[in-house]
């Protein structure tokens, strides 16, 4: 499958740089605290595919000593500029050797694996996330629902491509994101929860907890279908 990421596009760089957690995002990040204080117990953190540092500083603002890695200069280019004083490295795709063998209380992957487009990958990936796993480290990843690619969000469209409602794990699906002035198309590729599953299984991990978080009536954000369908899935992993 040939597939296009959109972190390695410099005006989407530009674009995404300053989006912080707008609309249907902000139902990413609202119960991220409490899942953290609930399973993570140290301060040290790996923001793994930080892109522009939104992720990275929303930890370090939670008391995380965080470093942020991504495979794209450009995106890293953008966290930099914002964020001085933040750790930020460029990374091979899926070397982690980088890190000289550090070891974290927390990896946090923000919607990461959505632009990950293999079996392969997201194997060799999560090997290698789940050996950078103190003993008792936790892996919190948040990933998109299937369902964001075939509905209507405040933040995002997906009308325009009806042959999402058709796509299975591992094929590319397409959307269109609302709240920047880059309006063409973003590739993903989707994945089922079974799917994910059988990765923990095959890469030493299980899952402690999964949540899909919805909105609420007196949020001041104008949904559409997130009250009642989950855009999101996040997931708390730890070694088996």
Same mark, same amino acid.
């Given at each position: ?52 540092? =939104? ?41 982690? =050797? ?22 392969? @990958? ?15 480290? @936790? ?19 997906? @009308? ?78 730890? @070694?088996?």
């Amino acid at each position: 499958m040939e597939f296009s990421n959109v972190y390695e596009d410099a005006e989407r760089a530009e674009a995404y740089a300053t989006l912080e957690f707008p609309g249907t995002y902000y139902l990413a990040y609202r119960d991220l605290p409490e899942m953290l204080r609930k399973h993570i117990a140290g301060a040290s953190a790996l923001d793994f595919g930080c892109g522009a540092g =939104r992720s990275t500083r929303f930890l370090r603002d939670r008391g995380f000593d965080v470093i942020g890695i991504d495979i794209s200069a450009g995106m890293l280019g953008k966290a930099r500029e914002m964020d001085a004083a933040g750790d930020y490295r460029l990374i091979p795709e899926g070397d982690l =050797r980088l890190l000289d063998g550090a070891t974290f209380d927390l990896v946090l992957s923000m919607f990461t694996f959505d632009n990950i487009p293999t079996l392969e @990958k997201k194997l060799q990936n999560f090997g290698q996330l789940a050996a950078s796993l103190k003993e008792d480290g @936790k892996i919190v990843m948040v990933v998109s629902s299937p369902e964001i690619y075939v509905h209507e969000w405040a933040s995002f469209t997906t @009308k325009a491509f009806p042959e999402n409602q058709h796509a299975r794990s591992g094929d590319k699906v397409k959307i269109i994101m609302k709240d920047t002035h880059d309006q063409r198309p973003v590739e993903d590729v989707v994945w089922s929860d079974a799917a994910y599953r059988d990765i923990f299984e095959q890469t030493g991990l299980q899952v402690l907890e999964m949540h899909q978080p919805l909105g609420r009536e007196e949020e001041p954000y104008p949904w559409i279908n997130e009250t009642r369908i989950s855009p999101w899935v996040m997931y708390v992993l730890g @070694k088996k």
